[in-house]
């Protein structure tokens, strides 16, 4: 049996197909129309997912929107109607395409795919429980969704237990800690729904001084974990911004333009929301586990992604074990609209054994064979060297040691945000100055932000203070004690983002300010030829950590095919590119034509 799942028309559309309860596939649109977080329909996906496994549309049995649009059409006329006349932009501006397109998603769906069978719509908070609980290896768990908002919900708690999920509790819009953050993002100059990780990366800059000016006037937090807002200082329900002159009165001045210099302000009130944040998450999680009695707990929603909550909740909380969905946001909720059918509507049986999720490594996107990626490189005239496949570790260790940037493109793309190493930039975390030169040479992006340690899984405790796995670079730990550098008032005379010059640790590249990193724990059973790679590096070089962060640069999605990596290998100061078994040397590359009209378009974004 085929169950499609979809999610589209808010933002990071996706497509995800399960075959009798096993995933096959899972895929952002984002990552073949090249448009960052793209929300159109994901007809791409969609294409490769069917492909992939070597069926048609109409062969499906299921197709799972990831929500109910109708309810989302009623909760935006309800919040315009209540609004009024203000909010009217924002109607006119709004209301075309849902009678234009996304009323009649039922319809469009059945058309595009010639599907005849049953078409189901699962809630937002639902797909996204779904999503969280059911690939998870917990028989039973409690679950926590939190996001921006959904139909009317924003944040939600329940039980999973073997292939049933119950939701007892939410909390509706407009009280969203998502759209909170978001506020913040807005106010910061960042964009919505794209740079909320970088408040995220910024706040250890700040000092958390406004938390009680967010607390007197923005949000009022029960002991439960429940909120509500004060949203005399919001635009977000009826307008076209976060904030409105209230906010700007009670801060001090209008939000920072973009791209201009960040001040002590921005770091100061970065540090203030991740503080609000953390303390609604664990008064949250410590209230279901008193709730619930249950020891484990599955987190998705966009707010699972805030990997710093995610450690204070695991390292400081009630619950044992936490797992969260790799692709928390909204492209999850297509995997957990397509599984949500297969185990809560069709009441399929469910096994689970506690230690073993069902997500594959998140390797759930397309690949290349070296006989397509040859082709390319012939197709395109470009000097290669074939490495055999034995020899890679070895190869791409010595490059990192002697301080190469590599692009790493290897296997199935990974589903969700973050490069997991198939589509990864590496590079050597002992090098001081590694962490400059790659956000600014070769991501083109701000220079506060951190990048993340790939570790072996089995050493990740002689790093980090961390016991347990971390696969899915979704938890937060700090350098251990043994690994620090003694900084002796050095910090002292430096302001904010001078203190990234400060070596703080061993492995400096993946240290944040704070002695922090966001830790992915690296398997041998779900990416070998990456775990041998690291393990040569340990062998030759003395460390079981190297930099990972995502293979693209700013205002671009991670790249997907062969052609998407070797563009972005070439308009950036990445030293060496490696796709399946073949090597490719920047010094023996012709330029590209037009590079520096490209290059002038990524500065700007």
């Not at 010639?114 to 059911?134: D, M, V």
């Not at 395109?380 to 034995?390: A, C, G, L, R, S």
Request: proline content about 4%.
């Amino acid at each position: 049996m085929y169950i499609l799942g979809i999610s589209a028309f808010y933002h990071d559309s996706a497509a995800c197909l399960i075959k009798n309860g096993e995933i096959l596939s899972a895929v952002q649109e984002e990552r073949f129309s090249r448009k960052k977080h793209d929300h159109g329909f994901p007809i791409n996906a969609i294409n490769y997912c069917l492909s992939n496994a070597g069926i048609t549309g109409s062969e499906l049995d299921y197709v799972a929107f990831y929500d109910k649009p109708i309810l989302k059409f009623e909760r935006l006329l309800e919040t315009y109607l209540s609004f009024a006349p203000i909010g009217i932009k924002s109607f006119i501006k709004a209301m075309p395409l849902w009678i234009r397109e996304k009323l009649w998603i039922k319809d469009f769906i059945a058309t595009e795919l010639n599907f005849k069978g049953k078409i189901l719509f699962p809630e937002h908070h639902e797909s996204h429980a779904a999503s969280a609980f059911f690939p998870s290896p917990f028989n039973e768990a409690a679950i926590l969704t939190m996001d921006g908002v959904g139909e009317w919900t924003t944040s939600s708690y329940g039980i999973g237990n073997g292939n049933k999920i119950e939701i007892i509790a939410d909390i509706k819009f407009p009280h969203s800690l998502g759209l909170l953050y978001s506020a913040i993002t807005y106010y910061t100059g960042f964009k919505v729904n794209s740079g909320e990780y970088k408040i995220m990366g910024l706040a250890p800059y700040g000092d958390p001084k406004y938390v009680d000016l967010m607390k007197k006037h923005l949000v009022e937090i029960k002991d439960d974990g429940s909120f509500k807002m004060n949203m005399d200082y919001f635009n977000y329900c009826a307008g076209l911004t976060m904030t409105n002159k209230k906010f700007d009165k009670l801060f001090g001045g209008p939000p920072r333009v973009p791209e201009t210099k960040l001040t002590q302000k921005e770091m100061d009130l970065a540090a203030s929301v991740q503080v609000i944040t953390e303390e609604i998450v664990m008064k949250m999680g410590t209230h279901i586990q008193k709730e619930t009695g249950l020891k484990n707990l599955c987190l998705a929603g966009g707010v699972a992604l805030n990997c710093v909550a995610n450690g204070k909740l695991l390292r400081e909380g009630p619950f044992e074990k936490i797992w969260i969905q790799p692709a928390s946001g909204d492209a999850g909720g297509a995997l957990g609209a397509a599984i949500a059918v297969w185990y809560q509507y069709l009441d399929n049986k469910r096994v689970a054994d506690n230690k073993n999720d069902q997500m594959k490594g998140a390797y759930l996107g397309p690949e290349f064979s070296d006989e397509e990626i040859l082709s390319f490189l012939k197709n395109k005239n470009i000097e290669h060297k074939k490495i055999e496949q034995e020899k890679i570790p070895k190869t791409i260790s010595d490059l990192i040691a002697d301080e190469k940037v590599i692009g790493w493109f290897q296997g199935r793309m990974e589903f969700g945000p973050r490069a997991l190493g198939s589509r990864t930039i590496i590079g050597d975390a002992r090098s001081p100055k590694m962490q400059a030169t790659m956000n600014i040479k070769i991501k083109f992006r701000e220079g506060f932000r951190p990048f993340a340690p790939s570790v072996l899984a089995e050493k990740v405790s002689e790093y980090f203070e961390m016991n347990c796995e971390s696969p899915y670079m979704l938890l937060v730990a700090n350098v251990v004690e043994s690994k620090r550098k003694k900084i002796i008032g050095a910090d002292n005379s430096l302001w904010g983002i001078e203190k990234l010059n400060v070596v703080r640790s061993e492995i400096p590249a993946v240290t944040h300010i704070d002695f922090s990193a966001r830790v992915q724990t690296v398997h041998k059973e779900t990416n070998l030829l990456y775990y041998k790679l690291i393990e040569q590096f340990e062998k030759d070089h003395n460390c079981a950590v190297i930099i990972n962060t995502s293979f693209n640069v700013r205002g671009e999605p991670i790249v997907c095919t062969p052609e998407d990596a070797y563009r972005c290998f070439m308009r950036t100061n990445i030293d060496y590119l490696i796709m399946g078994n073949y090597l490719i040397d920047k010094t023996n590359q012709k330029p590209l034509e037009k590079d520096s009209e490209w290059m002038r378009e990524f500065a700007l974004d």
